[in-house]
């Protein structure tokens, strides 16, 4: 609704009124899905060769930066893609506000997307010897091997402050009581460490029975608590009459009830119970379909939980 005209400058004064509908839609939840994968192969990986020799891991140093590098370049396209001017990125660099999350954000996020970029080089060119000798690059990162060992403590530092930094952003939204800092933290945390272990279990053919049953584990492990974030948020939620309103979207049939109930049920029930028949029986089939099982399921619960609080009015 136009209130007046200032013929002068011909500027246009509109009253502002609330925005109807999702602003944040699928690209912000596959942006975060992304991140959650790009940041847990990392973690996981860190947690694998801390237990594990290299040899029973044969491709984990260049596979594991190349998964992550892959899924943060999803991750920083779609959100460059959801900016009305992408163009004003620009400014996060070039006039950075040290107080805005976004911000500290986005300069993890490129630092944390360079070092894993060296990291896969390196893994890559010791991996696969003959392509080095062929290769300029190659050659110049010869004698750099030892480079990926000293980058990687600060490559697992990283990982963590980038995968939890969205939580923030989201909790700083006015009005969106159910995006709370401590339970996004924690949620974002869980969900790193279930997109990390089912991604590097659909490239464990090759690794020992141990180094699975150990990716087994942290599935299980992360499943279980992912899905009991959830669910005390979904019965235990009486912050504001707010957080009741959003949850009724879920709740009794809502409009969300039936994506919400088979992402709880694929990605977490049905992989934390699979996850923990593996780690007595192996069955490395079983296990590959709990991983993509479990981030098929993620990727729904994190489009719910995100959607669902926009669907109420500001004002």
């Not at 694998?48 to 590098?69: A, T």
């Not at 620009?90 to 060296?118: C, E, K, Q, R, Y």
């Not at 939204?173 to 590097?200: D, N």
Request: glycine share 6%; charged share 15%; with cysteine.
């Amino acid at each position: 609704m136009v209130e007046n005209t200032i013929h002068a400058t011909q500027a246009i004064v509109t009253l502002d009124v609330a925005l109807p509908g999702i602003i944040w839609g699928w690209m912000i939840t596959l942006n975060m899905w992304a991140k959650s994968i790009g940041t847990g192969v990392i973690l996981v990986g860190a947690f694998l060769l801390y237990r594990h020799k290299k040899e029973e891991m044969p491709n984990l140093r260049w596979i594991m930066p190349l998964i992550s590098f892959i899924a943060l370049n999803v991750f920083l396209l779609f959100t460059l893609v959801d900016l009305h001017q992408p163009y004003r990125m620009i400014n996060i660099f070039l006039h950075p506000n040290w107080t805005s999350a976004i911000t500290v954000g986005a300069w993890m996020a490129s630092l944390f997307t360079g070092l894993v970029t060296v990291m896969m080089l390196i893994g890559g060119f010791d991996a696969f010897p003959d392509f080095r000798k062929h290769c300029a690059v190659g050659k110049s990162v010869r004698g750099i091997s030892g480079f990926y060992e000293k980058i990687f403590p600060f490559v697992v530092f990283l990982a963590i402050p980038v995968t939890l930094y969205t939580a923030i952003i989201m909790a700083e939204s006015s009005a969106r009581e159910l995006w709370q800092a401590p339970a996004e933290v924690m949620q974002m945390m869980w969900a790193a460490l279930l997109a990390g272990s089912s991604a590097l279990i659909l490239v464990s053919d090759s690794w020992s029975k141990e180094t699975r049953r150990d990716l087994a584990l942290i599935l299980a492990i992360a499943t279980f608590f992912s899905f009991m974030m959830y669910m005390g948020e979904y019965f235990f939620s009486f912050k504001s009459a707010e957080a009741e309103a959003t949850l009724a979207f879920v709740h009794s049939g809502g409009s969300y009830n039936v994506e919400f109930w088979f992402g709880m049920v694929l990605g977490f029930i049905i992989p934390f119970f699979l996850a923990v028949s593996n780690m007595k029986s192996e069955n490395k089939t079983l296990l590959r379909f709990a991983a993509i099982l479990a981030l098929v399921g993620l990727y729904l619960a994190k489009d719910v939980w995100l959607k669902i609080p926009q669907m109420l009015p500001l004002s």
